[in-house]
């Protein structure tokens, strides 16, 4: 909503400002299957304003450590009794050294976060080279649009 980095908590209307420490690289990556996202829903068996894992975006950002707890989608295992292959590609990524990977949304595609745009620029090159589509993708501090 003011273009910086914040923290959504409950339905979407807690927003707490954050200082990210650093900026990584993403690496988002699609193997080119739909996965509907009717199905998906219709899959969840929890709300998904239930969740038992807190975490923070802060601590993604911090150490560059591996620390899958942190990423966390509750549509994901729905997701994966669909189409199981988005786990694989989840695995691909932290294969190529990303410090955690993530399905996006309701899938198929995933994501994976690299300490450096030359790590995470390299694994989006190989992925491409196995057929994938894969784009790196730099984080912004300030959307542009709040920029204006």
Sequence with gaps: ?????????GIG???SPVTLPALRSLVVCWDQYS??????????????????VASNICDLF?????????FVN????AAAQIYPEVLALKSRL?????????????????????????????????????????ELVELLAVSPAAAR
């Excluded at 509750?74 to 295992?77: A, C, I, K, S, V």
């Design 13 to 15: 209307e807690q927003v």
């Design 62 to 70: 911090s150490g560059g450590k591996r620390n899958p707890e942190l």
């Design 94 to 134: 932290i294969e190529e050294g990303a410090i955690g990977a993530l399905m996006t949304g309701s899938g198929a595609a995933v994501f994976g976060m690299w300490p450096d745009v030359r790590s995470a620029s390299g694994a989006a090159v190989r992925l491409r080279e196995h057929g994938l589509w894969a």
């Design 1 to 9: 909503m003011h273009g910086l980095p914040a923290w959504v908590r």
């Design 74 to 77: 509750d549509l994901e295992g």
């Design 35 to 52: 996965l509907p996202t009717e199905l998906v829903y219709g899959r969840v068996e929890r709300s998904l304003t239930s969740s038992a």
